[in-house]
């Protein structure tokens, strides 16, 4: 039984989209959640989007996209902000039921970010769901040594995957 699974969905903000909705019909079933999702706003003037941040399961909701200006190209990640999520996670860690990860990005593949804390919830049996882009996919499986399962894009089996864990009732 592999405690570590991980999502990568093709499209811009696609992985966000779908885990938020999964973290809303696990919380609606009454899982007890930690970790983040992430919600993306476009601006009309800015060729980058705003990035809001929610620590699962009852906030804050932390704005980690630094707003540089329309013309910016680079990185917009609050680092910062993140660093703030990942203590605001820590500390509700746990007594959870299962930690979703909005995104193993730049930072975790560095080893920073929210590394720490996915190890932490490994530690302490809480099975962790993590978004992975393409870009940080190979970093991920190497972090994940082998003991990550990669899952669909599919509400239905990673529900089925979150039961396999041994995590409550879900509807």
Known sequence: MTQLAHVSIEGRGETDRFLSVLAERLEMSGLRLSGTVQANTERADRRKCDMDLRVLPDGPTLRISEDRG?????????????????AEVSRRLHGTDLMIVNKFGKREAEGHGMV???????????????????????????????????LPADIRQVVDWCRAQGVPDIV
């Open 70 to 86: 329309a013309l910016s190209r680079g990185c917009i990640l609050d680092h910062g902000a993140l660093e703030q999520a990942v």
């Open 116 to 150: 720490p804390v996915i190890a932490e919830a490994l530690e302490a049996g809480i099975p962790v769901l993590a978004g992975v882009n393409k870009l940080n996919l190979e970093h991920f499986l190497s972090f994940a040594g082998g003991m990550s399962l990669a």
